[in-house]
């Protein structure tokens, strides 16, 4: 079916809304005048008449600094020393201004066995396992507390590494929540503790408000030690049972290394390797 597709302005409620009409399918957005959001929004639009073709993109992944990532060459048989070892180099490279390199995914699910996904920043790792930050009366929080069960995804696009890590969370004790809460800045204090994390709100103007409120409250106060660290808002560490460090390769025959703890009860084939620390490790095919 040919698409075709009518631009015009209506008004619902007093507001001013921007409307694609196509035989296919209808999209409506809120028309901000010459705003750059009213722009980007006909932007976008303009590509719907002209799908993308993002079956054909595709990018040549190659490690600059090993093109493989061969068993031999292993920066460590334990995984966490591997971890390390990857994320220094990545942290170490002083061209990648648009990688936040402690960004990383963070997958929970809830009672129901239904996954979510969303990004976190990773705080610290150490030989226990990998710590973040967050409301634990969030929507993550809350599927962690149903099944702790968790998994992360690290990705740097410039170096064409992946690493997933499962396992299980435990929270952090909470004099760690407090000596991390007092470093960050007061702005993201005050937005912590207004923020219902994951909660439905009536307006970006509450959310201001509330915060508004609050950082006139605390303004005679010394910003250092100011806005207590609310109660719901604390730390996890995911500890690993597995990870597996995956380097791009452009025929598609990417190199996939797996640990997993030497006890987890999956029999060992004759390719699986005895690593150090009680772990694992095997090649994946890609
Ligand atoms: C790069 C990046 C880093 C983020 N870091 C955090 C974080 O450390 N803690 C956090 O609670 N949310 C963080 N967020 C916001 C989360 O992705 C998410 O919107 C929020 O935690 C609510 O998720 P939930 O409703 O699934 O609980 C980050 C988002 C991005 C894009």
Known sequence: MNRVSRLFISRVAGRRFL???????QRQFLFAGRTP??????????????????????????NAERPYLLEAEMP???????????????????????????????ATSDKNGQPSCRMVLLKAYDKVGFSFY??????????MEANPKAAMLFFWPSVHWQVRIEGVVEKLPLAAADEYWFKRPIDSRIGSSVSEQSAVVPSRDYLNARA????????????????????????????PR????????????????????????????????????GWVYERLAP
Not at 212 to 239: C, F, M
Not at 243 to 267: A, K, V, Y
Request: with cysteine; glycine share 4%.
């Open 242 to 277: 597995e990870f597996e460090f995956w380097q791009g390769q452009s025929d598609r025959l990417h190199d996939r290394i797996r640990f997993r703890r030497s006890d987890d009860g999956q029999p060992n084939t004759e390719h699986t390797h005895t690593g150090d620390n």
């Open 212 to 239: 508004n409120e609050l950082r006139q409250s605390v303004q005679e106060h010394d910003p250092k030690t100011a806005v207590p660290r609310p109660a719901h808002w604390g730390g996890y560490v995911l500890i």
């Open 76 to 106: 460590s048989k334990d995984p966490f020393l591997f971890f390390d070892a990857w994320f220094r180099n990545v942290a170490s490279k002083t061209d990648l201004s648009f990688e936040e390199v402690n960004a990383v995914a963070l």
């Open 37 to 62: 959001v009213a722009q980007s929004k006909v932007a976008f639009m303009a590509s719907e008449s002209t799908p993308l073709e993002i079956h054909s993109w595709r990018r040549a992944y190659m």
């Open 134 to 143: 967050t409301n634990y009366c969030s929507k993550k929080g809350l599927d």
């Open 19 to 25: 409307s694609l009409r196509s035989n296919v399918k």
